[in-house]
């Protein structure tokens, strides 16, 4: 069992930049394939990054790239999502999850909100 508590949400204006961390309880956190999801009002939750047990590879949804950047610390169970040049398209709320594989998500966190102003 996994617990995740995603945390660093909050108003920014566009252009600006936000970091969302997710801490995860138990000691298999390296065991687990990482990723955030998004979920904009009115809208289906969507994928937004993954990263790997170890960290090496990392996938992004087209929307994000280039501006979004999934890491993970393993000694610190803790994965995070450096957001810059934030767009109001950007607000969702945003949530970790961990599973097996990119496509299989276990444990889902109970998410951030992340409010873009234009």
């Known amino acids: 069992q996994v617990q995740l508590v995603e945390s660093g949400g909050g108003l920014v204006q566009a252009g600006g930049s936000l970091r969302l961390s997710c801490a995860a309880s138990?000691?298999?956190?390296?065991?687990?394939?990482m990723d955030w999801f998004r979920q904009a009002p009115g809208k289906e939750r969507e994928f937004v990054a993954a990263?790997?047990?170890?960290?090496?590879?990392?996938s992004y949804a087209d929307s994000v790239k280039g501006r979004f950047t999934i890491s993970r610390d393993n000694a610190k169970n803790t994965v995070y999502l450096q957001m810059i040049r934030l767009k109001p398209e950007d607000t969702a709320v945003y949530y970790c999850?961990?599973?097996?594989?990119?496509?299989?998500?276990?444990?889902w966190g109970k998410g951030t909100l992340v409010t873009v102003s234009s």
């Open positions: 990263i790997s047990r170890g960290g090496s590879s990392t």
């Open positions: 999850a961990a599973g097996p594989a990119m496509a299989v998500m276990n444990y």
């Open positions: 138990g000691r298999t956190f390296s065991s687990y394939v």
